[in-house]
């Protein structure tokens, strides 16, 4: 897929929102891409899954043996790229605030692991994903996402390949733009406030 087919999708599905958000991370953004939108009709994201697959160098790809996804965002996502890949699939909870594998999931001790999100913005969830993996006992090889909004600075301590980058600028709390600020705030993502 083009990055002009990857934003039809997202255009298609009323899943490119404005206004004013803030973003899991904290952050403040004008705009808002609701990847669950996106994701709803299971045949665009088996769509979207497969071609995020084949952002996957093959030598990686081929010692994948698990995908692991962070809740909730990342579950669907995670799911279509199990199917993908021909892997199982499970996620993280953070009930406490602390991710970890619950509902009987379990990792086998260095199973190889493909993290995998819907949006990464600063890259924390992901990060904090991550060690929870290797808390579990896996390893992750590599990380995707359907979105990377960082403007290629996250740095996620593993290969990571987004299957498309939409920069939008964010602002922190005390930076944000009159008109901006004028806006009422709505909060979408799923990290508890």
């Known amino acids: 897929m083009t ?44 769509r979207l899954a497969f071609a995020l697959a ?10 994948i043996e698990v995908v692991v996804s962070p809740a909730m965002g990342g579950i669907i ?32 001790p260095g199973a190889k692991v ?17 060690e929870a993996v290797g808390r579990e006992g896996g390893e992750v090889i590599a990380e995707v996402a359907l979105v990377d909004r960082s403007n290629g600075e996250a740095d996620l301590g ?3 390949f987004p299957l498309v980058d939409i920069n939008f600028r964010t602002y922190a ?6 008109e901006l600020a004028a806006v009422p705030v709505t909060k979408p993502g799923s990290r508890a406030a």
């Open 114 to 130: 493909l993290m995998v999100e819907d949006v990464v913005t600063t890259g924390l969830s992901s990060r904090e994903a991550i």
């Open 77 to 108: 996502i995670g799911q279509e790229l199990g199917r993908a890949l021909g892997k199982d699939a499970m996620f993280l909870e953070r009930p406490e605030g602390t991710f970890h594998l619950r509902r009987g999931f379990r990792l086998e």
């Open 173 to 178: 709390e005390d930076e944000l733009p009159a």
């Open 158 to 160: 593993v290969p990571f």
């Open 3 to 46: 990055d002009d087919e990857i934003l039809h999708e997202f255009r298609a599905s009323e899943a490119l929102l404005e206004g004013h958000f803030k973003l899991s991370s904290g952050r403040h953004s004008g705009h808002y891409l609701q990847c669950a939108r996106v994701l709803m009709n299971p045949e665009r994201a088996g």
């Open 54 to 63: 084949q952002k996957i160098p093959r030598d990686i790809r081929s010692q």
